[in-house]
T-cell receptor, first 114, second 115 residues
Framework: AQSVAQPEDQVNVAEGNPLTVKCTYS??????LFWYVQYPNRGLQFLLK??????LVKGSYGFEAEFNKSQTSFHLKKPSALVSDSALYFC????????????FGGGTRLMVKP | SQTIHQWPATLVQPVGSPLSLECTVE??????LYWYRQAAGRGLQLLFY??????ISSEVPQNLSASRPQDRQFILSSKKLLLSDSGFYLC??????????????FGQGTRLTVV
């Protein structure tokens, strides 16, 4: 069975500094990896995905993620954090069998302070 | 593009009362549909998924059930709510219906509080 781990419950960064939100995964076969962001009392919004190709994936709002097959990681990054980036971030992997459901990590709360 | 509608947005129900949450999808046909629950603003737990009308798979045994009476309608129900059913319920659908490599769209969610 597939699984996703987000080792940090919360990440604190100062505005203007780079940020990294960590994600590691376990899946049989090729991974299909996703990052989502959630603002309070809202549904999840898609940020970016890795399917195949370039290991560095660029997404919405200046975010990017780096796929590392040897370390089974898919860390989310941004060169310069904004206060408005403060939210809950989820890493997910899609299972290549019946239902194709997404399996999510536990989420990481990003706090960007001015 | 696809749109997912969920209602109601918030719901306060007493213990032992029934529940019906509805999710409808526009802009696609025969999509896979999913119900997730999020407790205390943390991780998402997959509750049910459906690959077609009348086809429901349950991921976690619990006090809830799901039905898919129409292609683009997915309903989450309970006959008698428990306090532990409180949470944020999200309906989701892959961007292109079923494909493995597409992102999923989420509804805006229903905040259920059982009192």
């Amino acid at each position: 069975a597939q699984s996703v781990a987000q080792p940090e419950d919360q990440v604190n960064v100062a505005e203007g500094n780079p940020l990294t939100v960590k994600c590691t995964y376990s899946v049989s076969g090729n991974p299909y990896l996703f990052w989502y962001v959630q603002y309070p009392n809202r549904g999840l919004q898609f940020l970016l995905k890795y399917i195949t190709g370039d290991n560095l994936v660029k997404g919405s709002y200046g975010f990017e993620a780096e796929f590392n097959k040897s370390q089974t990681s898919f860390h989310l990054k941004k060169p310069s954090a904004l206060v408005s980036d403060s939210a809950l971030y989820f890493c997910a992997v899609r299972a290549p069998f019946a239902g194709n459901m997404l399996t999510f990590g536990g989420g990481t709360r990003l706090m960007v302070k001015p | 593009s696809q749109t997912i509608h969920q209602w109601p947005a918030t719901l306060v129900q007493p213990v032992g009362s029934p529940l019906s949450l509805e999710c409808t999808v526009e802009g696609t046909s025969n999509p896979n549909l999913y119900w997730y629950r999020q407790a205390a603003g943390r991780g998402l737990q997959l509750l049910f998924y459906s690959v077609g009308i009348g086809q429901i798979s349950s991921e976690v045994p619990q006090n809830l059930s799901a039905s898919r009476p129409q292609d683009r309608q997915f309903i989450l129900s309970s006959k008698k709510l428990l306090l532990s059913d409180s949470g944020f319920y999200l309906c989701a659908c892959p961007y292109s219906g079923t494909a493995l490599n597409t992102e999923a769209f989420f509804g805006q969610g229903t905040r259920l509080t059982v009192v």
